[in-house]
């Protein structure tokens, strides 16, 4: 039967973007290459436009559009909310119906109708495949043709989301010039799912598969809901070269309640208990889906990323997606090769926190008692506090039982650039004391003895660092968004000092108070030291200044928590015991408190000592934690006080990490030159997920990259630049994610501040964006 608005798989070529979408045109291709594929359908780009026309909405649209303020969040979201309405609620054209309940009853056959997934396709192609990435919708388990006729309209509405016109409209492409296919495709019964790359996409290797497969639908994995199987084949000897087997502890399956969507459920509920360890393919599933990977790398040519499902009902394998790995490096030899099978006897695994690879002894740290530790050894410890820093910048790695990419461990170590595994569960249990490892925290693997793995990716990263500044300027561009470094450790400084960096945006006092002070700033006060405090918190941030200047410091004061601030000397005896110490004093509430006006002010002198003594104009003030303008006016006037006016010669700065600051950014422009965004607490403020937590970490909660937040930080960007001040970010998400950064930088932040190890190739991926948005705009005046 011919249809003027579907097209079947098979009808289909990786050239028919236009028609389908990039994903309508994938499942064509692999369908014709013989891959096995679930059947279905397109219902095509023409359909949507011809939808659009003949319904009249498409001048609906274009009004409502006309009178919309795009940086009016509110009215952009109703709007936007409107047009999906009017969309959802507008009778389908006859004919695009008929042949839709026409190509499913086809699809259907002669047995019960299939339940299957509808799936947005977007055509534009010279759209940024990143930008499209989630902002469409995928809807599963639809049974019946008026239900997947409805379906295919709700994928018509989302291409008319906040998000999506926005940036349609900020990038100057016309709205109408881009049109959604929808790919009815029959939905496979999945015992178990997950994604494939062909190469191995950490280390860059070519000749290695890596797999993740989990129970279920592969939303889970997808989505981040699920730690998933992690295999590692060898393509030409396909050999299982590692594996490592998860808990499962949840599963995405079909809701059998209903004839459309999904419910998660606990697999030890839905399964049992065995299958939460259970490794969830056999070696031999592992080889049969890594040959027929490989056969879809070689139909294109090029490393893939593909979405597979193994089918409950006939026991075969589906691939459901491939695409180009667009983030893979330059292969990285790491020298695994050379090391002997029988040295490479795995002892714990975690979460990769601060990358490098570290050997020497194990040191346990328990009861908070650091004095075993020497230069050289691996700290093991449950979790690490502020107490633990010295020890930690001797350690040559750190390994801890819990916690999450942000929680102390992770940010410190980063901080001081040492190798850092988190969340590992039992290692204080299963290494030794004196036992000789070697951590590779760039896989997040401990392994037994001392094995050569290769060269330190922390090393690699600053290798530059030894470059003289005039060479380091040649070699890396001259960015628009500035790229600021933070620094714990001050002594740090002479190590980083010629990275390619901006400035400091973020120095914490802390480190100085850790290291160098050894007392809670009260304790000192009482018995008469205040002086020292002055001078050595002077000291910390001389030595800094000098190093870079004239380039900033953006020194934030002190924001140790009240359980920090109890590990110091004398400080059982100042701070109170909280409930929730991460949401209670800390920051700029207790600086207006007499409890610690007296610290606060020491700090204040000090800051001033560096600046006046020295001359070192190149030292900036930012307060943390701010959560009211009141408060905020408070402590400028004590500042004041002490001899820092803000003014041309003073920049004074706010963490912007409660969302009051975000709510109330107007007001709080008034009183600044400037925020920095603290993506760690805005993100726990925002989600109401501690940031803590490895529990929350692991099942994909706390996510500098969620709609929430980025929506939040572009209000904060859009208001803080209409009355001419900056906004940086010094949260470890720009440390991190790569493509955060990227929405960064086209949001229009002024600067990013990264940790050390990420400095060089942040400058890069900054100066490669806004060359892209250059190319975009000047398209867009053609």
């Known amino acids: 039967m011919g249809y003027q608005f579907i097209k079947w798989f098979n009808e289909l070529t990786k050239e028919d973007v236009a028609m389908v979408g990039g994903k309508g045109a994938n499942l064509g291709e692999l369908t014709r290459a013989g891959i096995r594929v679930p059947p279905g359908f397109c219902v095509t780009a023409d359909a949507y436009q ?58 259907t056959g002669s047995g019960n109708a299939p339940r299957v997934a509808v799936r947005s396709s977007a055509t534009a192609e010279d759209l940024p495949e990143a930008s499209f990435a989630g902002q469409q919708d995928t809807y599963l388990n639809i049974l019946g043709a008026k239900e997947v006729v409805s379906h295919v309209q709700k994928c018509w509405a989302s291409l008319w989301t906040a998000r999506a016109t926005y940036y349609r409209q900020t990038q100057k492409f016309d709205h109408f010039d881009v049109y959604l296919s929808a790919v009815v495709q029959k939905l496979v019964s999945a015992a178990k799912s997950g994604v494939a790359f062909t190469a191995n996409p950490v280390t860059g290797t070519r000749d290695e598969i890596m797999i993740n497969a989990s129970w279920g639908l592969g939303e889970a994995v997808v989505a981040g809901i699920v730690t998933p199987d992690d295999y590692i084949i060898q393509k030409d000897k396909w050999e299982i070269k590692e594996k490592e087997v998860a808990e499962k502890k949840i599963m995405v399956i079909r809701d059998p309640a209903k004839e459309v969507g999904t419910i998660t459920v606990p697999v030890s509920e839905h399964l049992g208990n065995d299958y939460v360890t259970k490794q969830c393919l056999s ?136 190798p850092c595994i988190v969340g590992c569960k039992n290692a204080t249990d299963v290494l030794k004391e004196g036992q000789e490892v070697t951590v590779d925290a760039t896989r997040g693997v401990v392994y037994k ?20 500044p005039e060479i380091m300027r040649e070699i890396f561009p001259v960015t628009a968004t500035k790229v600021y470094m933070n620094l714990g450790e001050p002594s740090l400084v002479e190590k980083y000092k010629n990275l390619p960096f901006d400035g400091i945006g973020l120095m914490r006092v802390e480190f100085i108070f850790t290291n160098m002070i050894k007392a809670h700033p009260m304790y000192l006060i009482k018995t008469g030291q205040q002086q020292f405090m002055i001078d050595k918190l002077a000291e910390g941030l001389t030595s800094v200044a000098q190093a870079i200047y004239p380039r900033p410091v953006v020194v934030r004061m002190s924001d140790f928590r009240t359980n920090e601030f109890r590990g110091l000397k004398g400080g059982e005896e100042v701070e109170p015991i909280e409930n929730n110490p991460m949401i209670g004093w800390r920051g700029v509430s207790r600086y207006i408190s007499e409890e610690y006006l007296e610290g606060f002010r020491a700090e204040c002198k000090a800051m001033r000592k560096a600046r006046e003594e020295y001359g070192l104009t190149n030292i900036w003030a930012m307060l943390p934690f701010v959560r009211t303008t009141w408060e905020l006016k408070q402590v400028k006037a004590i500042m004041e006080e002490e001899g820092l006016k803000q003014g041309l010669n003073f920049k004074l700065w706010i963490m912007a990490e409660v969302p009051s600051v ?56 859009e208001t803080a630049h209409k009355y001419g001040k900056t906004v940086s970010i010094c949260g470890q998400g720009p440390s991190i994610y790569p493509e955060f950064t990227e929405f960064l930088v086209k949001t229009g932040i002024d600067s990013v501040s990264v940790n050390p190890d990420t400095v060089i190739q942040t400058r890069r991926l900054v100066a490669s964006v806004e060359q892209k948005v250059m190319l975009e705009l000047l398209r867009g005046k053609k």
């Open 50 to 107: 011809y939808f659009v026309k003949s319904t009249g909405l498409q001048v609906k649209i274009r009004a409502l559009l006309a009178e919309t303020d795009l940086s009016d969040v509110q009215q952009l979201d109703e709007n936007t909310a409107k047009i999906r309405q009017m969309i959802v609620l507008t009778s389908m054209p006859t004919e695009i119906k008929n042949e839709i309940i026409s190509a499913y009853g086809y699809l």
């Open 283 to 418: 070696d031999d599933e592992i080889i049969n889906l890594s040959k027929e990977c490989t056969r879809i790398e070689k139909h294109y040519g090029s490393p893939q990323d593909i979405e597979w499902a193994y089918d409950n009902d006939d026991g075969q394998f589906y691939l459901l997606q491939a695409r180009p790995i667009t983030t893979l490096g330059e292969e990285r030899k790491d020298n695994m090769s050379e090391v002997k099978k029988e040295d490479l006897e795995v002892l714990v695994k975690g979460m990769a926190a601060s990358p490098g690879i570290a050997s020497g002894k194990v040191t346990i740290i328990r009861n908070d008692d650091i004095s075993g530790v020497k230069e050289g050894d691996i700290l093991v410890t449950i979790m690490t506090n502020p107490d633990m820093v010295p020890a930690m910048s001797k350690a040559a790695a750190i390994v801890t039982d819990e916690g999450g990419r942000t929680c102390h461990a992770a940010i410190v170590s980063r901080e001081l650039g040492v």
């Open 449 to 468: 003895g001392k094995v050569d793995l290769g060269q330190n990716k922390t090393e690699t990263a600053n290798s530059a660092a030894t470059f003289p």
């Open 662 to 717: 975000i709510f109330m950014a107007d007001e709080f422009s008034q009183l600044v030159d400037g925020f920095s965004i603290g993506s760690n607490d805005l993100t726990q403020l925002i989600l109401g997920a501690d940031r803590d937590s490895g529990v929350l970490d692991s099942m994909g909660y706390f996510d500098e990259r969620d709609p929430a937040i980025k929506r939040a930080i572009a209000h904060l960007i």
